[in-house]
């Protein structure tokens, strides 16, 4: 993910104080298209669910997940995965970053296709 530094009252409204005590923080993330960016129109949003954006999937990666996110934008869905933080140590790594699990482009494209057909 990019854009985290942005997103530090979000990412520690997720964490608590549990990075700081070692325990694995995991979080539901919403994929989101976001078209309309003024910056990139490939963008895709990260959103923690309940607490709004943490930042945006890289460039590259959103390029390579274009398809998933079309294909899904197209039936008024989004995409949902697992994601977890990282850092949030005073006086090691004091920001905080998110990584999310998610499947191969191409594969979860092809998995969506038999999950959410055409009508």
């Given at each position: 993910?990019?854009?985290?530094?942005?997103h530090?009252e979000?990412l520690?409204?997720i964490?608590?104080?549990r990075l700081?005590?070692?325990?694995k923080v995991?979080?539901?993330a919403?994929?989101?298209?976001?078209?309309?960016?003024p910056?990139?129109?490939?963008?895709i949003?990260?959103i923690a669910?309940?607490?709004?954006?943490?930042g945006?999937l890289?460039r590259?990666h959103?390029v390579?997940?274009?398809?998933v996110?079309?294909?899904?934008?197209?039936?008024e869905?989004?995409?949902v995965c697992?994601?977890?933080?990282t850092?949030?140590?005073?006086?090691?790594a004091?920001?905080?970053?998110?990584?999310?699990?998610?499947?191969d482009?191409?594969?979860?494209?092809?998995?969506?296709?038999?999950m959410?057909p055409?009508?």
């Open positions: 993910m990019v854009g985290e530094s942005y530090q979000e520690h409204k964490a608590g104080d700081a005590n070692g325990e995991v979080f539901t919403l994929i989101v298209p976001e078209p309309a960016n910056y990139d129109p490939n963008a949003m990260v669910d309940g607490v709004g954006q943490i945006h890289p590259e959103a390579e997940y274009g398809g996110a079309k294909y899904l934008s197209s039936r869905a989004v995409g697992e994601g977890w933080l850092g949030g140590i005073p006086d090691r004091p920001n905080i970053g998110a990584m999310l699990c998610i499947d482009a191409s594969a979860l494209e092809m998995r969506l296709r038999d959410l055409l009508r």
